[in-house]
Nanobody, 114 residues
Framework: QVQLVESGGGLAQPGGSLRLSCAVSWGMFSFYTMGWYRQAPGKQRELVADISTGGSTMYKDSVKGRFTISRDNAKNTVYLQMNSLKPEDTAVYYC????????WGQGTQVTVSS
């Protein structure tokens, strides 16, 4: 069964770092762009970053220069390195396939607070 399992979230201080992982149990992983999304309380889920099969990346303006998305096709895993964290980054983070959405996983909570 297709599954998305996010991990790596937690509590960080402003300016701190976290690295999120998404394990994807889907045979077509290496053929699709992958994305990281986040949803803050009372807000819509938004695309934060994505990475194509060829490694091209895209970032929401507010995270450019701070977040880095990467993928390991051999491990069917997508990563999100988050540096210089800000309180406004607080949200539940999810991964998915933008062009072929799968059932959402549980997400991983990221809280940035002093």
């Amino acid at each position: 069964q297709v599954q998305l399992v996010e991990s790596g979230g937690g509590l960080a201080q402003p300016g701190g770092s976290l690295r999120l992982s998404c394990a994807v149990s889907w045979g077509m992983f290496s053929f699709y762009t992958m994305g990281w999304y986040r949803q803050a309380p009372g807000k819509q889920r938004e695309l934060v970053a994505d990475i194509s099969t060829g490694g091209s990346t895209m970032y929401k303006d507010s995270v450019k220069g701070r977040f880095t998305i990467s993928r390991d096709n051999a491990k069917n895993t997508v990563y999100l390195q988050m540096n210089s964290l800000k309180p406004e980054d607080t949200a539940v983070y999810y991964c998915n396939v933008p062009n072929y959405p799968l059932r959402w996983g549980q997400g991983t909570q990221v809280t940035v607070s002093s």
